[in-house]
């Protein structure tokens, strides 16, 4: 038999849970907004009432991994820290008002040794505001690679341990080490919160347990957690051996945040059907009791920075780029795709659409180009390699049978690839897919948006006149989260890559169509 020794660590904090004292308390005081949305799309319901008024002035945010690059200068024997400008954690910080004072809490993607943890700390701390977790080596892989990359992130996107190449099985040394981890981030926090005073917000999936050490420690501390990923319905989620382990921990704050309806409707219904708890309308809020407090559910969907993005649309690196694919493509249809190397991006899916579509219609042979920017695996499971095989060997048989001299039906780019680089991508792009069979929100359709509105700078760049209309097409999955706003796209079914073909078959059309239609009247004027 497993050790059950780590569901002791949490009974003693979640047995303790039930050991609270009732007090009755005030109406969580919760904040709107919580700057996880930004001036772009996706809102929040917009509420204004009291709820809204009585933002704490420091937020403490508390995430896997902090918002900072770290690099060693072997030579200088010195860590090197700067921001990382593309996280969304700096994102949450601009929705809050100017006088906020925000501290993260998170790990670092770099193993500091222990000898010099003080040191970095302390300067973290003076010069980002950045408290660092340092988790040690084993718990960090068995926590990260295994419970959350190989056991939570499968499940929460709908897919069953069902054989060992689809997900590991469950394995309690796993869920151990992300309890431990999770208590790990408790007690960094512990050691810079004020309790009276500081709203704590957590994010993700790999907190999950974390509000529950929290909350034994601090009864009255105010705790708000944000879900990134789906939350699957209740039938896949009941299947977790953990299942009550984890839905506590996440009652054990006072907000809980997701991006969608249907999210936050499995959450409730996995409350009600595994732990017989109902939830009721309060102040127009939906609300949980749950041992004398009330855990509000409120749907907020993450977007993107529009400011962040209109600075890199007017870099000067983003104009040589975008002119540069531009000249690159010259004649031809370019359909963009970004996304993460993961099993559940759908991008072999995508592929294969593509191959259909250049195999039905031989006229667009030649004249077509899926240009697949592929984000670097942040897993090292053996499902992400497969993914990748397959990926990499349907791009190389697609471009075997339909490329010629000078022409390559697919890109495939595979590395970091820079902000401006992206954007210059989505600028000159017609059309962008999306395909992925399961995302909690994908920001991917919003960017490319704002991109093809394009600036000034970067019309000028491209030749184009700002007056003269664009035409841009989305063709988009419905099991992403973000899919019900995109009333414009084309929502397809992801798994049926022959409709997928067809979608894009339609998104040319209407860009010839259109193309035409804006060619003729310009000739008429
Ligand atoms: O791979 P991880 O380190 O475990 O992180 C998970 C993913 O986090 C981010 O995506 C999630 O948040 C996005 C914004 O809310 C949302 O659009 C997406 O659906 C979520 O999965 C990150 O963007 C991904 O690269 C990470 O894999």
Same mark, same amino acid.
């Given at each position: 038999m497993p050790s059950r020794s780590c569901a002791n660590l949490l009974d003693m904090a979640s047995g303790d849970i039930l050991d609270i004292p009732q007090t009755p308390r005030a109406l969580p005081r919760v904040m709107t907004v919580p700057g996880i949305i930004a001036d772009g799309y996706g809102s929040n319901d917009g509420d204004s009432d009291s709820m809204s008024s009585s933002c704490r002035e420091r937020k403490i945010i508390v995430a896997n991994m902090l918002p900072l690059h770290a690099q060693r200068d072997t030579t200088a024997k010195k860590w090197l820290f700067s921001l990382d400008e593309d996280s969304l954690l700096l994102q949450l910080k601009d929705g809050f008002s100017p006088e906020t004072e925000v501290v993260y809490v998170g790990s670092l993607k770099v193993d500091v040794e222990p000898s010099e943890q003080e040191e970095v700390a302390q300067r973290l701390l003076e010069e980002f505001k950045c408290v660092p977790a340092f988790v040690p080596h084993d718990i960090q892989a068995k926590f990260y690679h295994g419970f959350c990359k190989q056991q939570l992130w499968p499940l929460f996107h709908y897919m069953l341990p069902m054989c060992p190449d689809h997900g590991d099985r469950f394995d309690r040394q796993m869920w151990q080490a992300y309890v431990s981890a999770n208590k790990i981030f408790a007690d960094k926090v512990m050691e810079v919160v004020n309790p009276e005073d500081d709203y704590i917000w957590i994010q993700d999936y790999h907190l999950m347990v974390l509000p529950t050490f929290l909350r034994k420690r601090?009864?009255?501390?105010?705790?708000?957690?944000?879900?990134?990923?789906?939350?699957?319905?209740?039938?896949?989620?009941?299947?977790?051996?953990?299942?009550?382990?984890?839905?506590?921990?996440?009652?054990? #704050?006072?907000?809980?945040?997701?991006?969608?309806?249907?999210?936050?409707?499995?959450?409730?219904? #996995?409350?009600?059907?595994?732990?017989?708890?109902?939830?009721?309308?309060?102040?127009?809020?939906?609300?949980?009791?749950?041992?004398?407090?009330?855990?509000?559910?409120?749907?907020?969907?993450?977007?993107?920075?529009?400011?962040?993005?209109?600075?890199?649309?007017?870099?000067?690196?983003?104009?040589?780029?975008?002119?540069?694919?531009?000249?690159?493509?010259?004649?031809?249809?370019?359909?963009?795709?970004?996304?993460?190397?993961?099993?559940?991006?759908?991008?072999?899916?995508?592929?294969?659409?593509?191959?259909?579509?250049?195999?039905?219609?031989q006229n667009l042979q030649g004249k077509l180009v899926l240009v697949q920017i592929v984000n670097p695996a942040r897993s090292s499971g053996k499902d992400v390699q497969e993914a990748k095989r397959e990926t990499y060997s349907t791009a190389e048989r697609i471009n075997q049978i339909y490329g010629r001299s000078n022409y390559e039906p697919v890109i495939l780019i595979d590395r970091p690839v820079p902000h401006s680089e992206k954007t210059a991508y989505y600028a000159v792009a017609e059309c962008c897919v999306v395909n992925a069979v399961r995302d909690g929100m994908n920001l991917v359709p919003y960017k490319y948006i704002v991109c093809r509105q394009g600036s000034p700078g970067m019309d000028d760049a491209m030749g184009i006149k700002t007056d003269s209309p664009k035409t841009s097409m989305l063709v988009v999955s419905e099991f992403i989260g973000c899919s019900p706003s995109l009333s414009g796209a084309i929502r397809v079914n992801p798994w049926d890559s022959e409709a997928v073909a067809e979608a894009l078959n339609v998104a040319l059309q209407c860009l010839i169509l259109r193309n035409n239609f804006v060619m003729r009247s310009t000739t008429a004027m």
């Amino acid at each position: 038999m497993p050790s059950r020794s780590c569901a002791n660590l949490l009974d003693m904090a979640s047995g303790d849970i039930l050991d609270i004292p009732q007090t009755p308390r005030a109406l969580p005081r919760v904040m709107t907004v919580p700057g996880i949305i930004a001036d772009g799309y996706g809102s929040n319901d917009g509420d204004s009432d009291s709820m809204s008024s009585s933002c704490r002035e420091r937020k403490i945010i508390v995430a896997n991994m902090l918002p900072l690059h770290a690099q060693r200068d072997t030579t200088a024997k010195k860590w090197l820290f700067s921001l990382d400008e593309d996280s969304l954690l700096l994102q949450l910080k601009d929705g809050f008002s100017p006088e906020t004072e925000v501290v993260y809490v998170g790990s670092l993607k770099v193993d500091v040794e222990p000898s010099e943890q003080e040191e970095v700390a302390q300067r973290l701390l003076e010069e980002f505001k950045c408290v660092p977790a340092f988790v040690p080596h084993d718990i960090q892989a068995k926590f990260y690679h295994g419970f959350c990359k190989q056991q939570l992130w499968p499940l929460f996107h709908y897919m069953l341990p069902m054989c060992p190449d689809h997900g590991d099985r469950f394995d309690r040394q796993m869920w151990q080490a992300y309890v431990s981890a999770n208590k790990i981030f408790a007690d960094k926090v512990m050691e810079v919160v004020n309790p009276e005073d500081d709203y704590i917000w957590i994010q993700d999936y790999h907190l999950m347990v974390l509000p529950t050490f929290l909350r034994k420690r601090y009864h009255r501390v105010q705790l708000g957690f944000f879900l990134h990923s789906p939350f699957p319905s209740s039938e896949i989620y009941r299947t977790l051996p953990v299942r009550d382990e984890i839905l506590k921990g996440l009652l054990n #704050c006072d907000l809980i945040g997701f991006h969608t309806f249907d999210y936050a409707r499995h959450f409730l219904s #996995c409350c009600s059907r595994m732990l017989g708890l109902d939830y009721e309308s309060k102040r127009g809020h939906i609300g949980l009791d749950y041992f004398g407090r009330t855990v509000y559910i409120k749907i907020l969907p993450v977007g993107i920075h529009m400011g962040r993005l209109e600075s890199v649309m007017n870099f000067s690196s983003t104009f040589v780029k975008a002119k540069e694919v531009q000249e690159q493509f010259k004649g031809k249809k370019v359909i963009v795709g970004v996304d993460d190397m993961d099993i559940f991006k759908g991008i072999s899916l995508k592929l294969l659409a593509f191959e259909y579509l250049l195999q039905q219609d031989q006229n667009l042979q030649g004249k077509l180009v899926l240009v697949q920017i592929v984000n670097p695996a942040r897993s090292s499971g053996k499902d992400v390699q497969e993914a990748k095989r397959e990926t990499y060997s349907t791009a190389e048989r697609i471009n075997q049978i339909y490329g010629r001299s000078n022409y390559e039906p697919v890109i495939l780019i595979d590395r970091p690839v820079p902000h401006s680089e992206k954007t210059a991508y989505y600028a000159v792009a017609e059309c962008c897919v999306v395909n992925a069979v399961r995302d909690g929100m994908n920001l991917v359709p919003y960017k490319y948006i704002v991109c093809r509105q394009g600036s000034p700078g970067m019309d000028d760049a491209m030749g184009i006149k700002t007056d003269s209309p664009k035409t841009s097409m989305l063709v988009v999955s419905e099991f992403i989260g973000c899919s019900p706003s995109l009333s414009g796209a084309i929502r397809v079914n992801p798994w049926d890559s022959e409709a997928v073909a067809e979608a894009l078959n339609v998104a040319l059309q209407c860009l010839i169509l259109r193309n035409n239609f804006v060619m003729r009247s310009t000739t008429a004027m």
